[in-house]
């Protein structure tokens, strides 16, 4: 070991004792027992917390899927195309007076989804994992989106 590691031990032990001794109204043992009492409730409240989506899985899972899927620009070209999926087949009512970038939409649409109590979530999701599962059906989508009358619900009623 060299000079200057031992001098920046020495350092750091000085200091510490100063720390130690400037704060004689904290006990080291109270201290790491309330750091482990923490530890436990947090591992405890997030087991609770998990608990909550065995019960919520179409929408667990709409969560998840939905951002990657309005991040597709072939799919949703526009904040409007976004707006109409979200309008049509979540049955969210956006504002389309506030001036949104896609990432901000894509963030309130999967927040309402989450915050959304509705069995029709577990349906929803079942025919979105049917589409959005199979490169095919996707592009499918792609071609439908090019003609004028698309609709997102016929999509989802044909399946």
């Known amino acids: 070991m060299n000079k200057n590691k031992i001098n920046q031990i020495a350092n750091y032990l000085e ?27 947090r591992n405890n409240a997030f087991h609770l917390n998990a608990s909550k989506f065995n019960d919520q899985t179409g929408k ?3 969560v998840g899927i939905l ?16 707006l109409e999926f979200a309008e049509q087949i979540l049955q969210l009512k956006p504002s389309r007076a506030a001036k949104r970038s896609r990432t901000e939409y894509i963030g309130w649409i999967v927040c309402e989804v989450s915050n959304t109590e509705s069995e029709r979530l577990d349906d929803l999701y079942k025919h979105l994992r049917f589409l959005f599962s199979d490169t095919n059906n996707v592009k499918k989508i792609k071609e439908a989106k090019k003609s004028t009358d698309f609709s997102w619900n016929d999509i989802i009623s044909n399946l």
Do not use: C, G
Request: glycine residues 0%; negative net charge.
């Open 60 to 62: 667990t899972f709409l």
């Open 67 to 82: 951002p990657n899927v309005l991040q597709d620009t072939e799919l949703f070209k526009s904040n409007n195309d976004m």
């Open 15 to 41: 200091e510490l004792s100063w720390l130690v001794e400037s704060n004689k109204n904290f006990s080291f043992r109270e201290i790491s027992n309330i750091l482990r009492d923490l530890s436990y409730e």
